[in-house]
């Protein structure tokens, strides 16, 4: 099955954010290929939530999952620490007060 890359995939959620107002920013540029993408959903309160992409062998399904989260500077531990670990890795950061990430529509 063909894979969409993780700058078109990046780009494409960017836009679609966009459409619904909310701001969104590349914090970490990662591979343009196969990049796995961390997206950082930071509410403004000082509390934030990191999501990953999670992958079923079993099924085959993909989802987004939470790494962490919690007050807003642990959360960017967190994520420093797995940049760390994946240089190739893009980091996402959605600014919503009402929590919206829009990872949870079809699609994504």
Same mark, same amino acid.
């Given at each position: 099955?063909a894979r969409?890359?993780?700058?078109?995939?990046v780009h494409?959620? *960017?836009?679609? *954010? &966009?459409?619904?107002?909310?701001?969104?920013?590349?914090?970490?540029?990662? %591979?343009?290929?196969? =990049?796995?993408?961390?997206?950082?959903?930071?509410?403004?309160d000082?509390?934030?939530?990191?999501?990953?992409?999670?992958? $079923?062998?079993?099924? =085959?399904?993909?989802s987004?999952?939470?790494?962490?989260?919690?007050?807003?500077?642990?959360? %960017?531990?967190?994520?420093? &620490?797995?940049?760390?670990? %994946?240089?190739?890795?893009?980091?996402?950061?959605?600014?919503?007060?009402?929590?919206?990430?829009l990872l %949870?529509? $079809?699609?994504?």
């Open positions: 099955m969409l890359t993780a700058d078109f995939w494409a959620y *960017l836009a679609r *954010l &966009r459409l619904m107002n909310i701001p969104a920013y590349v914090m970490s540029h990662g %591979d343009d290929t196969a =990049g796995a993408v961390l997206v950082k959903l930071n509410t403004l000082g509390q934030a939530v990191a999501y990953h992409r999670e992958y $079923d062998l079993m099924s =085959g399904a993909r987004w999952a939470v790494l962490t989260s919690g007050p807003e500077f642990e959360v %960017d531990a967190a994520i420093t &620490r797995q940049r760390g670990f %994946d240089p190739d890795l893009w980091v996402i950061e959605v600014e919503d007060r009402e929590g919206r990430h %949870d529509q $079809d699609g994504l």
